[in-house]
Nanobody
């Protein structure tokens, strides 16, 4: 059974940085499509970034140039480096694992950008 666990969220001032981590177990990780989503209460979950294979990335326009998604297949991990954070980046961030038509979500990690 695939399990997804996120970490690295917290409170940061505008302009600051955070690095989110997502560790996956029970998967042929190297073959999986890995993505980061975020959700604010009352809103739909939004795709932030996804990593297709090892080096093809896709980002929502609002984070382009500020966020970077990457993976370490040896550690079964995917990361989201977030720089120049803005208050509107405040949300709960979720890691998504997709493989063989099955999707698995973690419980998320809260990111709050505030002075």
């Amino acid at each position: 059974q695939v399990q997804v666990v996120e970490s690295g969220g917290g409170l940061v001032q505008p302009g600051g940085s955070l690095r989110l981590s997502c560790v996956v177990s029970g998967s042929v990780f190297a073959s999986a499509l890995m993505s980061w989503y975020r959700q604010v209460p009352g809103n739909e979950r939004e795709l932030v970034a996804r990593l297709i294979g090892s080096d093809i990335t896709d980002y929502v326009d609002s984070v382009k140039g500020r966020f970077t998604i990457s993976r370490d297949n040896a550690k079964n991990a995917v990361y989201l480096q977030m720089n120049s954070l803005k208050p509107e980046d405040t949300a709960r961030y979720y890691c998504n694992h997709f493989l063989n038509s099955r999707t698995t979500w973690g419980l998320g990690t809260q990111v709050t950008v505030s002075s």
